[in-house]
T-cell receptor
Framework: DVKVTQSSRYLVKRTGEKVFLECVQDMDHENMFWYRQDPGLGLRLIYFSYDVKMKEKGDIPEGYSVSREKKERFSLILESASTNQTSMYLC????????????FGDGTRLSIL | DAKTTQPPSMDCAEGRAANLPCNHSTISGNEYVYWYRQIHSQGPQYIIHGLKNNETNEMASLIITEDRKSSTLILPHATLRDTAVYYCIVRLPQAGTALIFGKGTTLSVSS
């Protein structure tokens, strides 16, 4: 079974803090993704990575950066947290190749106070 | 990606089969049908996907009509733990593109 593990289920931070969200997958997948999920807005892609040290912006990259130093690990960084970044953050991974499904972690519910 | 239409909610008795429909009348020839579900406060869970043939795995079966304009996800013996929002997604098989979830179907399984 594919396992995507996010480091925290719940996190509370203050505005202006630098926040790190970590994601690890154990299936040697090439692709990794960071989404946020908000009521009424569905899933929105922040960044994805198709290889180590490679990254592509998604639909809403502003205020975020990512790091992928090892194949299994993909980190999302909130450079200076703001209250509008309060959300559920979801990490996913997929094998390379056509029609490969994305597999998700359980999410991190982040609150910025 | 083609648009999908799902009923907003369905009920199912525990132990019975749950049949969740999805309409995707504008699907193009190389778009796949994917099903995910999301249990409250958890991440989405991949269930199954297919192109035109029926598919079965340990979780569910996917029946796609011959004209590919609709499909049905079948949970053969629903349990209380199958209560979730089920999303039908139609998309091109492109790695590295975002999944777009619609409103889905809330399936409630009761004893």
């Amino acid at each position: 079974d594919v396992k995507v593990t996010q480091s925290s289920r719940y996190l509370v931070k203050r505005t202006g803090e630098k926040v790190f969200l970590e994601c690890v997958q154990d299936m040697d997948h090439e692709n990794m993704f960071w989404y946020r999920q908000d009521p009424g807005l569905g899933l929105r892609l922040i960044y994805f990575s198709y290889d180590v040290k490679m990254k592509e912006k998604g639909d809403i990259p502003e205020g975020y950066s990512v790091s992928r130093e090892k194949k299994e690990r993909f980190s999302l960084i909130l450079e200076s947290a703001s209250t509008n970044q309060t959300s559920m953050y979801l990490c996913a991974s997929s094998q390379d190749g056509v029609n490969q499904p994305q597999h998700f972690g359980d999410g991190t519910r982040l609150s910025i106070l | 990606d083609a648009k999908t239409t799902q009923p907003p909610s369905m009920d199912c008795a525990e132990g019975r089969a749950a049949n969740l429909p999805c309409n995707h009348s504008t699907i193009s020839g190389n778009e796949y049908v994917y099903w995910y579900r999301q249990i409250h406060s958890q991440g989405p869970q991949y269930i199954i996907h297919g192109l035109k043939n029926n598919e079965t795995n340990e979780m569910a079966s996917l029946i796609i009509t011959e004209d590919r304009k609709s499909s049905t996800l079948i949970l053969p013996h629903a349990t209380l733990r199958d209560t979730a929002v089920y999303y039908c997604i139609v998309r091109l098989p492109q790695a590295g593109t975002a999944l777009i979830f619609g409103k889905g179907t809330t399936l409630s399984v009761s004893s």
